[in-house]
């Protein structure tokens, strides 16, 4: 396979992790495993929780996020991110990496 | 610096290379160092020159590509890397491991 050919693949990974929060969202289920809408909500305060709702389901249709129902009462629902998902960090922490050094504003 | 004020970082990063093509120019100039207009063209034969011309005054003026004209006749001019470019090598090997493991479609 060409380095073209691998193009889009490429280009979508970097469409769907540019969006915003999405970054960030990993990055929350990366640090604490398995969460509830709540502790994602608490631990990005400047997204808006229809935002949380729309970015997690664009996540768990891409396969990176996964959202388990338990059937308490109330249920719980937690959200975790799939092998696809955490298999992201090497990927995020490079970039963070060259972010950090390199964008000034 | 917590990571929630590096984000916009990270996505302003994930969202310059997220666009059609941009990885694309980066990895043909971090294999073949300083190239002229003809050289990325052939390379990247499904992209029109328009959108090559469009691309490269992008990644020039995020400082990724450098233009460098050389006053012979005829004018010559060549694109390369900046250091800021340059040092995108390991990210996007992470990205496109990731994509290359992960996307199927």
Redesign the interface.
Known sequence: ?T??D??P????????????WN??II?VLLEHGAARFRHLSVN?P?MSDKMLVDRLKQLEDA?IVQRRVYPETPVRIEYELTE?GK??E??????????????N?
Not at 9 to 20: M, Y
Not at 91 to 101: F, K, S, T, V
């Open positions: 396979m380095k073209i691998l193009c693949k490429f280009e979508s990974a970097f469409q769907l992790l540019g969006q915003r970054g960030l990055r990005i400047a396969g696809k298999s992201l090497p990927a995020l922490n490079e970039i963070q990496h060259w972010a950090e050094q390199w964008i504003e």
